[in-house]
């Protein structure tokens, strides 16, 4: 019962988000891009410096 309640109630969760505070929605989701774009570049130049 758990494996079914789980996802079901993370997408509802989700878009109850996104339907109620929009803007919200997608400053967290600017965010979390942001963050995975400097996390990519810090591990870009960590191989850099490694193999040079």
Partial sequence: ???V???WGFWIF???Y???APSDAANFV???FGWLG???D???SFVSD???
């Fill in 14 to 16: 989700v878009t109850f």
């Fill in 5 to 7: 309640l789980w996802p």
């Fill in 50 to 52: 490694a193999t040079a």
């Fill in 38 to 40: 400097s996390m990519a």
């Fill in 42 to 44: 810090g591990f870009s």
């Fill in 30 to 32: 600017h965010t979390a």
């Fill in 1 to 3: 019962m758990k494996k």
């Fill in 18 to 20: 996104v339907v109620t």
